[in-house]
């Protein structure tokens, strides 16, 4: 290769004559022509000229086996977004193998966002999808970032901490769920040592300072396990030190709260060897000749993880009574778990095989559910979330395994067996007994889940989940009950809104054309807008009614005579049963119970909230068109939270008897506390109770209680 290339980058030409013989020359030349050109005069924050980026990254990939095509498209990958090269022009010169490649890692300009959050994200999801049609994508992403971590020293302060967070939150763990280990502990120690300086000081001394007895221990391990190895028969095999990275190491010594010198598993070793039954074979031989921790036996050869990592793990007492981690593979098992789905590339020759295909079956899950996703805060969360670091195998009563992130709950386990049964899961058995839906799971967990046909999901599920999967499928069945929610109790108010002001009930037309000026989708859109109480009844009729007076869109003056002809047309008022925490929720300020006179108020953005209508927080609220008439239906089998405060004389046993005397009653007693003060008895007691009936049947009873003076219903006052 001569010409520009040898001026440019000589220690470039260097590694691609190493790998000479089965690469395409030519093409890459002409990439690097094409890109230094198009960069000429460009500078990067270092000093350096700018086509010693592409020129690092293309390295990187040389190193790591990969193609020449991923080469080229290292070499051109920001020459669309810094020149005025288009992605055509390289469709042109180098195909379109290469072009969609480079189109896929360059940013959209094109759009304008309404925030950096926005941008962000949709540049994750161009990424994402980009991925799926060539995952070369991900691994010429991953290299520009590594080169860009080695080199972030140059920017200012606050760029360098946005980026490094970046490659933590994001682009290391998206090389760990791709199988690229040795990229992955390196981007982690990058950002350590940017995020945490002090720390990564620190900690890489006291590395520094031990590595000698470190290489030492490891040396009173590996020339006895070399011994009984030959001894046991096996040919050919490979042993070498594995020190922890740094960012691996902190964690675990913040996680355990003990220092450095007391993280056991810095002693590590790694055994290669040809075959998998010489896996075993090793595996044996180690456990014959020193003593293993049983939980610390991981068998990922035959449970492979998600990211395609397969790997013998166990942790032996070694000489001198020291702990030493050994992972056993085959080299073909090391090639993958150091470079991932490179490998593919590197040693298959062929980057359509069915291991690949099988390496990007949670990719294109994470691809179908987060088509779903709303906002870009929703999308930054469900990426993260799924991006997680460490998983867990538990097994169904089948015997049938599945994978979850470390954590993962049994509403994680049912949303991984099948949408359907997370969506109707009211209880699960783990190990044959019964357990909380909001219990962790462990390693080797057998578990079985229990369905009901009128089982739902509850919004608090959110907060005992790990897997993106389980948190979008609950999130779309909230939305979607909200949605229908919100469109009956729109419908009924508008309805209502519509009779009481004497006027025809609106078209399709008309929804439309008021959905349209209040900047709503559609006249569904309206009708569900005014049931989230997120849009003015007023401005829904003046918009509907355009010709309508103020005064008459307002509608009528209330009086006692016209509340009562209202009440005999339009009926008792809106119908509510048994949909608290969906748009519409009960006042917890006054604790209102069925047979209570109650009135709704719509609250913006969250329905319809009922309320006492003699509550005081009611009585400082607007007389305006956000109160609505209820027609609460009772409901069997809600309970509802009461208040009560009580007073009396202190004597023995006086607590027990009042509690005997609600017990009696069939009322669940959910809290009490009672005091005495100088021979007087006050405090409150939280009960359960169905109706007011209920309510009052309590009341009594409690007053019967010897020595109580005074019991009545209590506000619960505001925190």
């Avoid at 940013?107 to 980009?130: A, D, G, M, P």
């Avoid at 992955?184 to 950002?191: G, R, W």
């Avoid at 990426?383 to 049994?410: C, H, M, N, S, W």
């Amino acid at each position: 290769m001569t010409g520009i290339l040898p001026q440019v980058a000589p220690e470039f030409q260097d590694i691609l004559n190493r790998h000479a013989d089965r690469l395409d020359l030519p093409l890459i030349k002409r990439a690097l022509e094409v890109s230094t050109a198009a960069h000429l005069g460009q500078k990067r924050m270092s000093g350096d000229e700018f086509i010693s980026h592409s020129i690092a990254v293309a390295s990187i990939l040389t190193d790591m086996l990969l193609d020449s095509t991923s080469i080229a498209a290292a070499l051109l990958h920001d020459v669309v977004e810094d020149s005025d090269v288009r992605t055509e022009d390289l469709a042109e010169e180098f195909g379109d193998e290469v072009a969609e490649i480079v189109d896929g890692l360059t940013k959209i300009s094109h759009l304008t966002f309404r925030s950096s959050t926005e941008e962000q994200v949709e540049n994750y999801r161009k990424l994402l999808l980009s991925i799926a049609k060539d995952a070369r994508v991900i691994i010429i992403k991953l290299a520009d970032r590594l080169h860009n971590m080695r080199t972030l020293e140059y920017l200012s302060a606050d760029r360098r901490e946005r980026i490094a967070t970046e490659t933590r939150e994001i682009y290391a763990p998206l090389a760990h769920r791709f199988g690229m280990a040795s990229v992955k502990a390196e981007l982690e120690d990058l950002a350590f040592k940017f995020l945490e300086p002090e720390g990564f000081k620190a900690l890489s001394e006291k590395i520094v300072s031990t590595e000698g007895e470190r290489e030492r221990s490891i040396l009173r391990l590996k020339e006895p396990l070399e011994v009984e190895l030959a001894d046991a028969g096996i040919d050919w095999f490979e042993i070498t030190g594995r020190p922890k990275h740094l960012w691996s190491i902190y964690r675990k010594m913040e996680r355990r709260d003990k220092p450095f010198e007391e993280i056991y598993d810095l002693m590590a070793l790694r055994v290669l060897v040809k075959t998998v039954p010489e896996c075993y074979h090793v595996l044996g031989v180690i456990h014959h000749t020193w003593t293993p921790i049983q939980e610390r036996i991981k068998d990922y050869i035959a449970s492979p993880k998600s990211n395609a990592y397969q790997s013998l793990h166990t942790t032996i007492f070694g000489p001198a009574g020291q702990l030493f981690e050994v992972q056993i593979r085959t080299e073909e098992m090391h090639q993958t778990a150091e470079y991932g789905i490179a490998a593919h590339w590197a040693y298959k020759h062929d980057g359509g095989t069915d291991e690949l295909d099988e390496a990007l079956g949670w990719f294109r899950q994470l691809l179908e559910l987060q088509q779903d996703v709303k906002s870009p805060e929703e999308f930054l969360e469900f990426l993260k979330v799924d991006l997680y670091q460490d998983e867990i195998f538990v097994f169904t009563p089948e015997g049938d395994v599945k994978r979850l992130p470390t954590g993962a709950t049994l509403i994680d386990f049912a949303f991984s067996v099948h949408t359907e049964v997370g969506l109707r899961c009211q209880g699960a058995k783990v190990n044959g007994r019964i357990a909380p839906l909001h219990r962790e799971l462990k390693n080797g967990d057998t578990v079985e889940i229990l369905t009901g046909n009128t089982a739902r999901p509850s919004r608090d599920w959110l907060n005992h989940v790990q897997t993106g999967r389980a948190r979008q499928k609950i999130r779309q069945w909230v939305r979607q009950e909200e949605e229908s929610i919100s469109l009956s109790l729109g419908q009924e108010i508008l309805a209502r809104e519509v009779k009481r002001r004497r006027l025809e009930p609106p078209s399709a037309g008309q929804l439309e054309a008021a959905a349209d000026e209040l900047s709503l989708p559609d006249g569904r859109g309206l009708e569900i807008a005014v049931g989230r109480g997120d849009v003015a009844i007023k401005q829904v009729i003046r918009a509907l009614f355009p010709d309508l007076s103020v005064e008459d869109a307002g509608g009528p003056k209330p009086t006692v005579f016209g509340r009562v002809i209202d009440r005999i047309r339009l009926g008792r008022g809106i119908k509510i049963q048994g949909v608290d925490g969906l748009m519409v929720r009960y006042a917890q300020c006054c604790q209102p119970v069925p047979g209570d006179p109650v009135v709704g108020y719509v609250t913006q953005g969250r329905g319809i909230s009922i309320h006492r209508s003699d509550c005081p927080n009611l009585l400082s609220l607007p007389l305006d068109d956000r109160r609505v008439e209820i027609d609460w239906q009772e409901v069997e089998g809600e309970a509802f939270a009461v208040h009560l405060a009580l007073s009396g004389e202190d004597r023995r046993g006086l607590y027990a008897d009042i509690m005997a005397a609600i017990s009696k009653t069939g009322t669940n007693i959910t809290g009490a506390e009672i005091k005495t003060k100088d021979g007087t008895v006050f405090g409150s007691i939280f009960v359960e109770v169905d109706n007011l009936s209920h309510l009052a049947k309590v009341l009594k009873a409690i007053k019967r209680v010897k020595g109580v003076n005074e019991v009545e219903r209590r506000e619960v006052p505001a925190e």
